[in-house]
């Protein structure tokens, strides 16, 4: 499995560095086919989703799902869009 690369400033311990690839993880409703519904939202918000990278786990009860996806994105206005894009859908309890 290959690291994720959050960019150099992120490694310098100065923050995020745009543009960039960043990872983005919302959980939510195990019924609301979030590993397919997560990266269409985030492509609705304008950015390129990096397929390959889509996983998911469900909670140990089944009723959660998290999913984990990176994506490109140009400046923290579109990093934010994309928190606000998922935190936006009804079945996305929080994202990270």
Request: charged share 25%; proline share 5%.
């Amino acid at each position: 499995m290959q690291p994720i690369d959050f960019g150099k400033a992120k490694q310098e311990g100065k923050g995020f560095q745009f543009p960039g690839e960043f990872e983005i993880t919302a959980v939510g409703s195990a019924s609301a086919n979030l590993p397919t519904h997560v990266p269409q939202l985030l492509e609705r918000a304008g950015l390129r989703v990096l397929h390959e990278s889509v996983r998911h786990r469900h909670s140990g009860a089944g009723n959660f799902v998290s999913v984990t996806v990176s994506f490109r994105c140009d400046s923290r206005e579109q990093y934010e869009a994309a928190h606000h894009a998922l935190r936006a859908d009804p079945d996305i309890r929080y994202t990270m």
